[in-house]
């Protein structure tokens, strides 16, 4: 397991938002967190990427603390594109991408190397930007945009790529476009946690979903196995009705649920 939490508790400062939770991410799978409005997703994410510590508990990387590791040996090995991305004055898009290399360089390193040259010009091919690398971060779309800031994190070469709510902002072409690129990078072997609002979407593009409901883990598993209109019903306090698509199971939002849980 690259990735693993242990009776993990956390938030910010003395409020707790996520509790005891206990998760083991597969290699090579993508498991996406889902749930209401403040039940935690995001925070619990934080805890995975080393951003927040632990009130309780711990983050495992590859069987070793996370939260004792150096931060450099830690960005080797997982890559988070954050919900909000600061936009870094007239830097252009391969200069942007080329920030992904800084935990493979030495502290006295300016110049890249010929590994860290070919690690920017591959992540610019997989996001398809090699047409933008000189254009400037602030002309770009919004879907380039979040193209351009995965390419960043896919420069750092990582085993694990944390995501939080990478297709808010984005209409539905570019939301299919960038999960249809990460699909790609899935099946390449890049193991992936997205946090997503869209619950379909979750669904058509997950292996393993993870319910989240007031800071705690409802449910956990396969997308098959968990997208029932109990589960739907319980976290999110709706009705639905599950489909049959062409892309697998999706549901039809009905009406709220009258019961409060």
């Not at 085993?159 to 790609?184: M, S």
Request: aromatic residues 6%; proline residues 5%.
């Amino acid at each position: 397991m690259p990735l693993n939490s242990y009776n993990l508790s956390g938030g910010y400062d003395s409020r707790v938002i996520v509790h005891h939770l206990d998760l083991d991410l597969q290699q090579g799978e993508w498991l996406s967190l889902v749930g209401a409005n403040g039940s935690g997703k995001s925070t619990f994410l934080k805890l995975l990427a080393r951003i927040l510590p632990p009130i309780t508990g711990k983050v495992l990387l590859d069987g070793k603390e996370i939260h004792c590791l150096p931060p450099q040996t830690v960005a080797k090995r997982i890559a988070i594109l954050p919900q909000q991305q600061i936009i870094p004055s007239g830097l252009t898009v391969r200069q942007l991408v080329s920030l992904g290399r800084t935990p493979h360089q030495s502290w006295y390193q300016w110049d890249l190397t010929k590994c860290d040259r070919i690690a920017v010009n591959e992540a610019l091919a997989q996001t398809e930007l090699e047409s933008y690398a000189d254009r400037p971060v602030s002309q770009l779309s919004g879907g380039e945009r979040q193209r351009a800031f995965l390419a960043l994190a896919l420069a750092q070469n990582p085993q694990v790529l944390l995501l939080d709510e990478p297709t808010t902002y984005l209409d539905i072409h570019y939301q299919l476009q960038l999960l249809e690129l990460l699909k790609r990078l899935h099946l390449e072997g890049l193991t992936i946690i997205t946090v997503l609002h869209e619950i379909n979407l979750a669904a058509r593009y997950s292996d393993r979903i993870a319910f989240m409901r007031q800071g705690r883990l409802y449910t956990v598993g396969e997308t098959e196995e968990v997208l029932t209109e109990t589960n739907i019903a319980e976290v999110f306090n709706v009705e639905v009705m599950i489909l049959n698509t062409p892309v697998g199971k999706q549901i039809c939002p009905l009406t709220p649920s009258l019961a409060v849980r």
